[in-house]
């Protein structure tokens, strides 16, 4: 088995194939029900091998945090592992200069057109067996941990060729000199949780921040293959002149095109590599976030839970206060749909908290829109028609009459329940005179409808 020697801060539960969200969709589409489709996914289940039962452990006393075999494994991956693990268990200047001395072999072997795996392979050996050497004598037992690991890696797929050798992406149009704004680095996110903030993070190194503002530019344009080839440079750049902080960035990145394109298990490893990487809070907090949202998604509730309280710290941490709210409002919805009503009110309330504190409408109406929705999933149409007039009351003042109707019409559907046909109509009838202004038809006429059956 092979295991990155880098700690991760919750545990992971590997078991999602990439082929996997495809079938949930397709069962979506095919109108399944959702008792039949978590039946089949839990089936699937059993027949894959859950990391916290693992028993392996990092040569620093660390539970084994994530499992690769699933994943095939580059060269490049396999050296920067190899040096976190010189550095996880304290290795002195003198022993972990003997053992760069070995991987810098395999690095130059790597890099040729056509790698000897047996030079690598008996270099990585005899760098594993220097860190043993230097564990034995630390901890006054014999211990073959490292070259244990190295054997178990050498019986997975390999990928000799480093993929650092292939050509950098040469920046044909001028890159301007200003620095990486948050809207450069948040662009990507389907939502943009993070404020925008003077302190983003700027590498120092000119070439590197042309290379990182190139990726991105692919990016933006959903060029992924070049995108993912292009962080993949930024990475190796950033490791030789020694900026983790970039790196963390371009692995962050590089999940949120795995995430928005399926590769389930990429988006976790990448995710999971900015978290433990960044210095920055709000990186931290957005990888957890959206590493619970891809758990919470496959019904896998502990770990999903795990990554949301981790978000929710983080994004403490950096007095973030849209981000927090959002993670609670999810926290909120999960702990809905288990039926768990004591839980689900409780992060609801703290939701609504942070929501008021944040100062921000638009915000505060879809958190109390969601909030609505909750109550209604959990029976409690008192606590949901309440909801629904805070979100409204948010909407009108950002003058959101689209949406404002669209709560009007909920709202009607709660006085409906029960049996008040007058206010409903009521209701209703404001819902359409406010989309007299709106080029939605469909929901006009569906408000027609509606009042006319009353």
Request: one cysteine or more.
């Amino acid at each position: 088995m092979y295991n990155s020697i880098y700690p991760a801060y919750v545990k992971y539960y590997p078991g999602i194939n990439n082929n996997q969200i495809t079938k949930k969709q397709n069962e979506e589409k095919n109108s399944q029900s959702s008792q039949t489709a978590e039946n089949d996914l839990q089936e699937k289940r059993k027949n894959k091998q859950e990391i916290s039962t693992s028993q392996n452990y990092f040569p620093n006393g660390e539970k084994v945090a994530i499992d690769y075999t699933r994943r095939k494994i580059n060269i490049d991956q396999v050296l920067s592992d190899f040096k976190n693990t010189a550095n996880a268990i304290g290795t002195p200047d003198d022993i972990k200069s003997e053992v760069n001395s070995y991987l810098e072999l395999v690095k130059n072997q790597s890099k040729k057109d056509k790698p000897n795996q047996q030079i690598i392979q008996s270099n990585l050996k005899s760098a594993s067996q220097i860190l043993d050497e230097y564990i034995t004598n630390t901890l006054k037992k014999p211990s073959k941990v490292v070259e244990n690991w190295v054997d178990a890696l050498f019986l997975q797929q390999i990928d000799y060729k480093s993929i650092a050798t292939e050509k950098k992406q040469e920046i044909s149009e001028s890159v301007p000199n200003d620095i990486i704004s948050p809207e450069t680095v948040e662009a990507t996110d389907n939502i943009s949780y993070t404020d925008s903030r003077s302190d983003i993070y700027i590498p120092k190194d000119p070439h590197l921040k042309s290379m990182f503002i190139q990726a991105k530019k692919y990016s933006l344009t959903n060029n992924n293959e070049k995108a993912l080839n292009a962080f993949e440079n930024v990475l190796d750049y950033a490791d030789e002149i020694g900026d983790s902080q970039i790196g963390a960035l371009a692995h962050y990145e590089k999940a949120r095109i795995y995430d928005k394109t399926n590769c389930i298990e990429d988006a976790l490893y990448s995710y999971n590599r900015a978290a433990h990487q960044t210095q920055d809070n709000n990186i931290k907090a957005k990888s957890h976030l959206y590493m619970g949202k891809i758990y919470d998604d496959f019904v896998k509730f502990e770990p999903a839970i795990e990554h949301y309280c981790a978000a929710v710290s983080f994004s403490g941490e950096a007095d973030n206060l849209k981000l927090q709210t959002m993670v609670l409002t999810d926290l909120t919805l999960i702990h809905t749909d288990r039926y768990d009503k004591e839980n689900a009110y409780m992060f609801m309330g703290l939701a609504d908290i942070m929501a008021d504190e944040t100062k921000n409408n638009k915000l505060k109406a879809r958190v109390f829109s969601k909030n609505a929705k909750c109550c209604e999933k959990l029976n409690d149409n008192n606590k949901a028609l309440k909801y629904w007039c805070k979100s409204s009351e948010a909407y009108s003042k950002e003058e959101d009459v689209e949406h404002l109707a669209q709560n009007y019409t909920k709202a009607a559907d709660i006085m409906l329940e029960y049996g008040n046909k007058a206010k409903a109509k009521t209701l209703l009838s404001k819902a359409y005179s406010l989309l007299q202004n709106c080029d939605n038809p469909e929901l006009k006429q569906e408000v027609i409808n509606r009042i006319t059956t009353i």
